[in-house]
């Protein structure tokens, strides 16, 4: 006698309708929740290529930024402008100061003064757009 299950081409099997039926339901929400998965991962993976690459022009930007290899603000031109002409104006003094050309004698003594008051707003205003521009580079700096 064998106790053993005979299973051939042949074998029959009987199954009721119910039970195929959540059977068949179980599979179709199996391959429906793999496939919304594999979505999932898909969408995930696809942000963070595009977050990746965000970074990447982000650190570039970050770096060169500062260093003026990406351009430079409207206000650093102006302030270069700025400083470039009141240079100029300095030296126009100091020439008028040094050949001679500003006047000595005792009705033109304010004249002098008014020179040197100049200078010296001048000397200020130089100044105080150098460390202006310091200042702005130093903090632009700190920003990598």
């Known amino acids: 006698m064998s106790d053993g299950i005979d299973v051939s081409d042949k074998t029959k099997f009987a199954m ?5 039926i959540s059977l068949i339901a179980s599979v179709a929400v199996g391959v429906w929740a793999y496939f919304g998965i594999i979505e999932r991962l898909n969408r995930i993976e696809t942000e963070m290529i595009l977050v990746q690459s965000d970074l990447v022009k982000n650190t570039e930007f970050r770096i060169k930024w500062p260093r003026g290899e990406l351009g430079a603000l409207p206000a650093d031109a102006e302030q270069f402008m700025l400083i470039e002409h009141l240079s100029g104006e300095f030296d126009k003094l100091l020439h008028n100061i040094e050949t001679g050309k500003a006047p000595f004698d005792q009705q033109q003594a304010l004249t002098l003064d008014f020179y040197k008051q100049r200078i010296e707003t001048l000397e200020g205003k130089v100044e105080t757009l150098k460390d202006n521009v310091a200042n702005l580079k130093a903090h632009n700096g ?3």
């Open 142 to 144: 700190n920003i990598q």
């Open 16 to 20: 009721p309708i119910r039970n195929l």
